[in-house]
């Protein structure tokens, strides 16, 4: 049974830095993209960053120089190092992974899903 367990969530101050970390087991994704997702009241969850199995990396413009996504394969492990945060980050952040090797930026081509964990930054 595959699953995605995130943390390193919670609630930190505006210019304040956050780590989210995404264990996977149940079967290897190293070959495999993974993602982080943000879903926020009253809109759709849009894609944070994504990381092919190769390293190619593809940010939200909101996140990108601020964000860092890596991975670590022995570790069947995703992270988001996030620095800056500002209040408009605010949200439950979910990681995904797809079965495809690529940088993926649908949701709809994931096709496994954390829970997700809360980040909340406040003004």
């Known amino acids: 049974q595959v699953q995605l367990v995130e943390s390193g969530g919670g609630l930190v101050q505006a210019g304040g830095s956050l780590r989210l970390s995404c264990a996977a087991s149940?079967?290897?994704?190293?070959?495999?993209?993974m993602g982080w997702f943000r879903q926020s009241p009253g809109k759709e969850r849009e894609l944070v960053a994504s990381?092919?199995?190769?390293?190619?990396?593809s940010y939200a413009g909101s996140v990108k120089g601020r964000f860092t996504i890596s991975r670590d394969n022995a570790k069947n492990t995703v992270y988001l190092q996030m620095n800056s945060l500002k209040p408009e980050d605010t949200g439950v952040y979910l990681c995904?992974?797809?079965?495809?090797?690529?940088?993926?930026?649908?949701?709809?081509?994931?096709?496994?899903w954390g829970q997700g964990t809360q980040v909340t930054v406040s003004s």
């Open positions: 995904a992974v797809s079965l495809i090797r690529g940088v993926v930026t649908i949701p709809s081509l994931y096709a496994y």
């Open positions: 149940g079967r290897t994704f190293n070959s495999y993209g």
């Open positions: 990381i092919s199995s190769g390293g190619s990396i």
